[in-house]
């Protein structure tokens, strides 16, 4: 099968594969074990698969990682869901007296779709993407991850492309996955700008002194704006994205509409355009009236993340694991590595028919020269385009161990203290 092709039809077949030799079990326990300080915090923990045919099993559970990795070996999942840690083993739920099988923690967590942003694209729609409005999420998780560490002081982010159309973020820290639900809602309403449904126009209105979060989410976009906005959209290029952009215009700007189409008659670039627009802006500022922030407004409602914030605020909601297969395009749900995200491309993450194929691929002479004993330990995943990924991961569990170390030396010194 040649690497650049999936066909869905061919995933019964390769799913075996991918869990029997390629899944990256023992970091994925590592990661939910959080270092197994807490008795049963993984052996509570909830897993949903998504069998064939669209059979969904919930509330499935496991006390040790020998114990997920044959059960995933048996069923071969689509897709696996993550969801809390439960009061009891998700799978004795039908056991336990009513009302007492409550989710007690689970990582704070953000669901980013592309779909939220067909308004504001015109390259794709629905569930279709692009490089053009890729920059969508590169914005979004620059602008989440800076207020997540800054503003709330997180530090263990692990930023995960869903295999598709979008990009979730699992919260790992211990304080994070504490929060209780009215807390999580207010990090999530705290992090969104973006107000009403489609029968909205205008969806981000911004108050007189703007808010330092606003401010900071401004520096972003206002880099990223130029291109995505002006040059890939083309928001001030036809007539139809044009009188979008006008329509966030306040009515009581000091030039009519009038005059400003003729400005744009004149000015056929969309860069001069949009100075036009800014300098009326200024204009506005002087005056100090409602409104003034229009042309920040506008910036951020084509640019600024748009959450789903129900997956945030909840403690029981589900999300999609990371390593998992996406059905339709055969990408692996991969960690991202935010020190090339401006490079980050999610049509070169791997399908599950390439890294299967390259574990077909003859071994190189270096490989071979190596004893019988050194072969096995060499994991199957590092000779596919799999294994980058993956040391992401790795790096990301090892700056939670670092911390979880440090957390215990500083506890014993308090100790020792009184």
């Not at 409602?290 to 951020?300: A, R």
């Not at 072969?375 to 993956?390: E, H, P, Q």
Request: with cysteine.
């Amino acid at each position: 099968m040649p690497s650049s092709d999936y066909d869905s039809a061919c995933l019964p077949d390769l799913l075996p594969l991918y869990y029997r030799r390629l899944f990256p079990f023992s970091q994925y326990y590592r990661w939910l074990n959080y270092g197994g300080v807490q008795k049963n915090y993984f052996q509570n923990r909830e897993f949903s698969f998504t069998l064939k045919d669209d059979i969904y099993v919930r509330y499935q559970s496991f006390s040790t990682q020998n114990e997920l990795e044959k059960e995933m070996q048996k069923v071969n999942p689509y897709k696996i869901d993550i969801g809390a840690i439960y009061s009891h083993r998700p799978n004795q739920h039908n056991t336990v007296k009513s009302g007492t099988f409550q989710a007690l923690e689970k990582e704070l967590v953000f669901d980013i779709d592309m779909t939220d942003y067909d308004d504001v694209r015109s390259c794709c729609s629905a569930a279709d993407i692009c490089s053009k409005c890729w920059t969508l999420m590169t914005i979004a998780i620059r602008i989440l991850d800076r207020a997540l560490r800054d503003d709330f002081g997180f530090q263990h982010l692990l930023w995960v492309y869903s295999g598709r159309r979008g990009v979730h973020c699992w919260v790992c820290d211990e304080a994070a996955r504490k929060l209780s639900v009215a807390a999580r809602s207010a990090v999530a309403e705290y992090l969104s700008l973006i107000k009403g449904g489609e029968e909205m126009v205008k969806k981000v209105v911004l108050m007189d002194p703007i808010h330092p979060f606003i401010r900071e989410s401004l520096n972003v976009v206002e880099h990223y704006f130029p291109r995505y906005a002006l040059q890939d959209q083309d928001i001030l290029g036809r007539k139809e994205s044009v009188d979008k952009v006008l329509a966030l215009v306040p009515e009581d700007i000091l030039f009519t509409m009038h005059e400003l189409q003729q400005d744009f008659q004149n000015a056929k670039k969309p860069e001069t355009r949009w100075k036009l627009i800014k300098e009326q802006a200024k204009r506005k500022q002087v005056c100090n009236s409602k409104g003034q922030y229009f042309e920040k407004e506008i910036m951020l409602q084509y640019c600024y993340p748009r959450l789903d914030v129900n997956v945030s605020k909840g403690v029981n909601h589900l999300l999609k694991s990371p390593f998992s297969v996406h059905p339709k395009t055969g990408r692996i749900s991969v960690p991202m590595d935010l020190k090339e995200l401006d490079t980050f491309d999610p049509f070169a993450v791997p399908t599950i028919s390439l890294i299967c194929e390259e574990l077909d691929r003859p071994r190189t002479g270096e490989e071979e020269e190596k004893s019988e004993e050194e072969k096995r330990k060499i994991r199957d995943f590092k000779r596919t385009s799999l294994a980058k990924y993956v040391k992401y991961f790795d790096q990301f569990l090892d700056g939670m161990a670092g911390s979880r170390k440090g957390d215990l030396l500083r506890k014993s010194d308090l100790q020792k203290e009184f």
